[in-house]
């Protein structure tokens, strides 16, 4: 069990801390964010202080984080707060639902894994990735650092998800894909390639290449 402080005050952060107060043994103390968006000092009854000094406060000798943000900037403000926490010195928890089928211990930290997702055995999962409801993760599939599942996205199995992808609700990747960083698989796409390059969008069924960079995607 660990006394743990989540990173924001917004939705996410809210559904956050029904998980881990329904559905862990952790003890969330604190709610943290930059001190530019702090308008109240408490988040659903919870302390709210600034990111900035929030290792004077709770000591990460003490106390864990969580930072289980959203896919914004493709997943890289997500990485950034990640390493500005790491750099404070904090170790991180993982929630991994109770209702998910999960059946690999590779898991990284600082991962959001909710209900009814099915990660099948040898998957390795990285650090600070988010899978939200009902996904279906693949045997033997590798997945990087800071991606970000949707919902009902089948990634087959033997795949390899490069660090910073995104998937959008009900996409589909073929067995034995090997997708480059920062790609991003647009909402109810079938992408029957085996390899994307980095920074590509791909859309449609079959999935196709979009002639604009993920790298321009800033929200």
């Not at 659903?44 to 943000?69: D, M, N, Q, R």
């Not at 009900?170 to 067995?175: M, S, V």
């Not at 980095?198 to 321009?216: F, L």
Request: net charge negative; with cysteine; aromatic share 12%.
């Amino acid at each position: 069990m660990a006394k743990v402080v989540i990173f924001g005050n917004e939705l996410t952060a809210e559904l956050a801390l029904f998980y881990l107060q329904t559905d862990s043994e952790h003890e969330v103390v604190a709610f943290t964010v930059n001190q530019e968006y702090i308008k109240e000092p408490s988040y659903k009854g919870l302390p709210l202080v600034p990111f900035e000094e929030v290792e004077k406060l709770y000591p990460p000798t003490e106390f864990s984080f969580f930072a289980p943000l959203t896919e914004r900037e493709m997943n890289r403000m997500r990485a950034r707060i990640y390493q500005e926490a790491k750099d404070k010195g904090y170790s991180f928890i993982s929630y991994i639902s109770s209702k998910a089928t999960v059946l690999t211990d590779q898991i990284g930290e600082n991962c959001f894994i909710l209900e009814d997702n099915t990660i099948q055995p040898f998957v390795k999962i990285g650090n600070n990735c988010v899978l939200w409801s009902g996904n279906h993760i693949g045997h033997h599939g590798t997945i990087g650092d800071h991606v970000f599942f949707t919902s009902h996205v089948v990634l087959s199995g033997r795949c390899i998800v490069g660090d910073y992808c995104f998937f959008g609700v009900n996409a589909t990747i073929r067995d034995l894909s090997n997708l480059g960083e920062g790609t991003l698989i647009a909402m109810g796409s079938n992408l029957t390639k085996q390899k994307t390059e980095p920074w590509t969008i791909w859309k449609g069924n079959p999935a196709e290449v979009a002639k604009i960079s993920s790298k321009d995607i800033k929200i």
